[in-house]
C-alpha cells in the first residue's frame, strides 16, 4: 500500500516508516502537523492516512479534523488513526458516516507489530478497525447507550467484535460457534436496536455508532 504518516513524534514517524517499508508498503510521505498532512494527501493520494489526533499547529484535536477532512474531500482514501487519546465530539462525527477504510487504534493498546499491521491492512482493503477501548469510551460520553441492555450476554460479546470490524466468519471462529449462529445474533441485534440494513454502510458498526449520533 502507498501509506501516509501524521504524527508529531519525529521519532515514531521513522520508525513506523521502517516497520511499513520492511512490511513491504511504501511510505509516500512522512508529516508532523495537519497542514502538511491535507497538502500530502492532495499531492499522493495515498491508500491509507495513518493519523495522530493532537498535531501542531494548536496540539488539540487538528489531527482528527484534518482526517474528517480528508474522509470528506477523498473518500477513497483510507483513514487509521493512531493516538493516545479518544477525542468524543470529532471521533463520533467520524465514525458517523461509512465505516469503509476507517480505523481508530490508541497507541499504548497496540501490544503486537502483527495486530497493527492487520489493522491497517483491513482498512487498506476498504475494512474497519476499532480499538474496543475507543467504542468503551465513546458510549461512556453519550446518553444514548440504555438500549444496548436489551442485548442478551451473547449478543453484546458479538456486538463488540462487530465494533472491532469482524465479518461474521471470524467471530464465528472466534466465539467457536457456527457461521449461522452468529448471522441470527447479528439480525438480532439490528431488530432490538432498529439498525437499518443498509448495504451503503458497515453493519460491523452500525449498532455501535447509533448512539454516537448527535
Request: net charge negative.
Amino acid at each position: 500500500m502507498r501509506l501516509i504518516l501524521a504524527d508529531d513524534s519525529v521519532l515514531l514517524r521513522e520508525g513506523l516508516t521502517r516497520l511499513l517499508d520492511d512490511a513491504g508498503h511504501e511510505v509516500v510521505a512522512a508529516v508532523g502537523d495537519a497542514p502538511a498532512l491535507l497538502d500530502a494527501v492532495e499531492r499522493h493520494l495515498p491508500d491509507v492516512a495513518v493519523v495522530d489526533v493532537r498535531m501542531p499547529p494548536a496540539h488539540k484535536d487538528d489531527g482528527l479534523r484534518a482526517a474528517l477532512e480528508i474522509r470528506e474531500r477523498h473518500p477513497g482514501v483510507g483513514v487509521l488513526v493512531l493516538s493516545q487519546y479518544v477525542e468524543q465530539h470529532y471521533a463520533a462525527r467520524l465514525l458517523a458516516g461509512s465505516t469503509q477504510g476507517l480505523g481508530y487504534l490508541l497507541k499504548d493498546r497496540v501490544s503486537e507489530v502483527a495486530e497493527f499491521l492487520d489493522s491497517l491492512e483491513r482498512v487498506g482493503a476498504g475494512g474497519t478497525a476499532l480499538d474496543p477501548e475507543v467504542v468503551r469510551r465513546l458510549l461512556a460520553g453519550t446518553t444514548h447507550a440504555d438500549p444496548l441492555s436489551r442485548l442478551s450476554p451473547r449478543e453484546a460479546e458479538v456486538l463488540r467484535h462487530l465494533a472491532q470490524g469482524f465479518v461474521n466468519g471470524a467471530i464465528a471462529e472466534r466465539l467457536h460457534v457456527s457461521l449461522s449462529t452468529v448471522e441470527k445474533h447479528v439480525n438480532a441485534i439490528v431488530d432490538k436496536l432498529d439498525l437499518p440494513r443498509d448495504p451503503g454502510y458497515s453493519r460491523r458498526v452500525l449498532a455501535i455508532l447509533r448512539y454516537l449520533e448527535g
